[in-house]
């Protein structure tokens, strides 16, 4: 072989030779990638504004999935499961969950505690007759989402600081977002007259809502879905519907429909949809992440308060 030959032929051993190697070393690269961290959020809503910060570094669980009521939870045996491997657990706090603690507690869970509402500036809760608490629903303010936001920005970044960076443009360009639906829902309620801004909803989960952008919100029950509405707020309700001509109650998609209902037929006033207070729609409604559910709520009671 004459060596021009032997030239040719180490140089294509040593081009196999090379691409064996990268090859080699291709399962090891992807092996080295970081996981995404496991978060946990206690409830819907949490867990969608979590998704939105963490992005494509985070894998968000949720303990109280959508159309489910996380006042009075029940955590089942797999509860304890997901947070002893989370890498961070995300909670409302303001006594939203009044469960978390015994259940972070029985999982063992190692994983730090992030209380998103940390920093809202937090309102009384009418709770009809009992006593007065703290209204834990403070994300129906999109002003306060924006807090819960920075919050969750910050905790994500203080446990994968290299993610940082994309944790703080993730979180930059959602706040845009609320800033713009917050100027929609403050337009849209500035239109209506202040003596049509009542609205009858469930519970007294709207408080924030009410706060922030000018309404009125009257509920049978009190912050608390647990609590029971009495004859007695029944019949004052229905007295207030009559006297004040409120032309619709709205139902929520956590609770029995039929207290509305029937303070409806007895009221005279109509249905006027469904809204979503303290839990998300599935995937395939019309509140499916946090924005949506703002815009569905406003949608809805802008339409019944608006005058014919």
């Known amino acids: ?14 081009q196999l030779l090379f691409v064996w190697l990268v090859c080699l070393s291709l399962p090891a690269q992807a092996q ?6 496991k978060a946990v959020a206690t409830f819907s809503i949490l867990g969608d504004l979590v998704r939105q910060v963490g992005g494509d570094h985070v894998v968000v669980s949720t303990l109280v999935g959508p159309d489910a009521d996380a006042h009075g939870y029940n955590p ?43 920093g809202v500036p937090t309102i009384a809760g009418d709770a009809h007759g009992h006593d007065h608490h703290v209204d834990p629903h403070a994300w129906q303010s999109i002003p306060n989402a924006k ?75 009190g912050v608390s879905s647990d609590s029971e509405a009495s004859p007695r707020d ?20 956590i609770a029995d429909p039929r207290l509305m209902q029937q303070i409806a037929k007895e009221s005279g006033a109509r249905i ?12 395939d409604g019309p509140a499916a992440t946090y924005a949506d559910m703002m815009a569905n709520n406003l949608r809805a009671f802008t339409t019944a308060m608006t005058p014919p």
């Not at 072989?1 to 040593?14: E, G, I, N, T, Y």
């Not at 997901?82 to 969950?97: K, M, Q, R, Y």
């Not at 949809?273 to 599935?282: H, I, P, Q, W």
């Open 76 to 118: 089942a045996p797999g509860d304890a499961r997901t947070l002893s491997d989370a890498s961070v657990v995300f909670v409302n706090g303001i006594g939203f969950e009044g469960w978390i603690d015994r259940l972070i507690k029985a999982s063992g869970t190692k994983a730090p505690v992030v209380t998103a509402s940390a």
């Open 32 to 37: 080295d990638k970081p996981k995404p961290l």
């Open 1 to 14: 072989m004459s060596s021009r030959s032997d030239s040719r032929a180490r140089h294509l051993v040593c």
């Open 234 to 253: 029944v019949a004052r309700i229905i007295r207030q519907i009559r006297r004040d001509k409120i032309p619709a109650v709205f139902l929520e998609n």
């Open 147 to 221: 807090i819960y936001v920075a919050n969750i920005r910050d905790g994500l970044s203080r446990i994968a600081p290299d993610y940082a960076a994309a944790f703080a443009a993730n979180a930059a360009a959602y706040l845009a977002r609320l800033d713009t639906l917050d100027d929609l829902a403050r337009a849209a309620i500035a239109a209506i007259p202040q003596d049509h801004r009542r609205i009858i909803t469930t519970h007294d989960a709207f408080g924030y809502f009410a706060s922030a952008y000018g309404l009125r919100f009257i509920a049978p029950q």
């Open 272 to 283: 006027g949809g469904k809204v979503y207070s303290d839990a998300l729609s599935r995937a």
